[in-house]
């Protein structure tokens, strides 16, 4: 590893990204030094994440306490040649909560729809910006490609875990409108993506 | 390009629109069914979760409270000790003598019968959870009329119940009963499932409303699932 002269963003990440990987592979093989690592290095990013589908304190803790038993059983199924493992740890949070919230009752259900209206979908700080990798960049300039009330129905999806019809009501479109404004967009961003 | 909605639907966007959370739960409960035995969807579902992972970053990190490293590190300690008896192939040996439970003893019994005294081997399952962790142990009488599950890791269900399913291929869940987190359930199969308790078929457990699935069929989470096979 040559450490460059002037330390970048992207320098930081990558070693940030090897970090985790390390420490994936130490917990696959029984290290709970590396989960605790791990724990510490992400925790408060994928709390957030949870945080943000379930609007519940209580159930974002029972998933996020979930999330990291799953990755100590499972952190063998990591690999580092296909995968980031932030994305890796982001998939399994988003995975989970979207699943905690569709096993709600309707009634729970609703309220959370209501709640989540309310929730203003944060666009990223300038700040926040000068940390931004490249693959997230890459994927910001891909949906400032896309019609700006569908992009805005991607990142609703994506951060809410909504369905195709909570989106379809709240937006106030009918359904099959709703449909297929997000396969046109994700189709469109594949394509954007892969350019 | 088609703008046909329902061709769009399915094919690779299935994997895409999986990842961005907006399908209802048969749709997403049928597509991560999917995902265990098809290769080339689970590679569409990688893609997808490495390019719109990034996204996550523009959320503002919430500290969780101390408390759940806590309870995380207490489920490590006592999953230890099911870590190494599940990698034991004398499971069922640990199960009689550890877990005073009569219903494992009994299974072991069975077992250790069957296999000297029948030409078809019993069958059993291992059934686990997404993230690889076992749930349960299943146990069928010989003739598939009743099995036994035994609870291998005690999850706290917190208020809900742990229905059982039979799954034969290309047909809809059948619900088999209830069933419990904390000590071995021996469970009567009805008469016309009978002939579905083969090694072809496959046994899931999900969460519930107490009381079992109104609608009969799972409506909840499924917590752990595995195929029958011959011990």
Same mark, same amino acid.
């Given at each position: ?195 | ?19 961005? *959370? ?77 877990? !005073?439970?009569?219903? !494992? ?28 962790? !076992? ?8 003739? *598939? ?22 799954? !034969? ?7 088999? *009963? ?33 009381? *079992? ?19």
């Amino acid at each position: 590893m040559d450490a460059p002269v002037a330390p970048s963003v992207a320098a930081a990440q990558d070693a940030a990204r090897r970090q985790l990987a390390t420490a994936l592979a130490r917990i696959a093989g029984g290290d709970q030094q590396a989960l605790q690592f791990l724990y510490r290095e992400t925790a408060a990013k994928l709390f957030a994440v949870c945080h943000r589908i379930l609007l519940d304190k209580g159930e974002a803790e029972d998933v996020l306490q979930e999330i990291y038993i799953a990755v100590w059983r499972r952190a063998g199924a990591f690999d580092p040649n296909r995968a980031s493992p932030i994305s890796w740890l982001v998939a399994i949070a988003r995975n989970r909560s979207i699943d905690r919230l569709r096993s709600r009752a309707m009634a729970a259900r609703q309220r959370t729809i209501d709640e989540a209206a309310d929730v203003s979908d944060s666009a990223p700080t300038a700040l926040a910006q000068l940390e931004i990798s490249q693959e997230h960049r890459r994927l910001m300039d891909c949906l400032d490609d896309l019609e700006p009330q569908h992009a805005g129905a991607v990142r609703s999806a994506f951060f809410e875990g909504a369905t195709y019809g909570e989106l379809a009501q709240r937006m106030s479109v009918p359904l099959g409108t709703m449909k297929s404004w997000i396969r046109r967009s994700l189709q469109r961003l594949r394509e954007c993506l892969e350019r | 390009m088609s703008d046909d909605p329902t061709t769009e639907g399915d094919g690779k966007l299935i994997a895409a629109e999986y990842v961005l *959370g907006v399908l209802s739960t048969a749709e997403r409960r049928a597509v991560q069914a999917r995902i265990a035995r098809e290769p080339a969807l689970r590679a569409e579902v990688e893609y997808w979760e490495q390019r719109l992972g990034p996204l996550a970053s523009e959320l503002k990190p919430v500290d969780p409270p101390p408390r759940v490293w806590a309870k995380i590190e207490a489920t490590l300690a006592a999953d230890e000790s099911h870590r190494t008896l599940w990698q034991s192939l004398p499971f069922w040996r640990w199960a009689a003598i550890g877990s !005073a439970a009569v219903a !494992a003893a009994s299974l072991v019994a069975f077992v250790n019968l069957a296999r000297f005294q029948s030409p078809n081997p019993p069958l059993v399952a291992k059934l686990e959870s997404s993230s690889g962790g !076992a749930g349960f142990v299943v146990a069928i009488d010989s003739g *598939g009329a009743g099995l036994t599950v035994v609870p291998a890791a005690l999850s706290d269900v917190n208020q809900r119940a742990l229905e059982l399913w039979l799954i !034969a291929p290309g047909e809809q869940p059948r619900s088999l *009963g209830l069933i419990e987190a904390g000590r071995p359930v021996h469970v009567s199969v009805p008469a016309e499932l009978i002939q579905r308790v083969t090694p072809l078929s496959t046994l899931a457990v999900s969460l519930e409303p107490l009381g *079992g699935s109104p609608t009969g069929l799972p409506t909840g989470p499924v917590i752990a699932s595995g195929k029958l096979t011959k011990l």
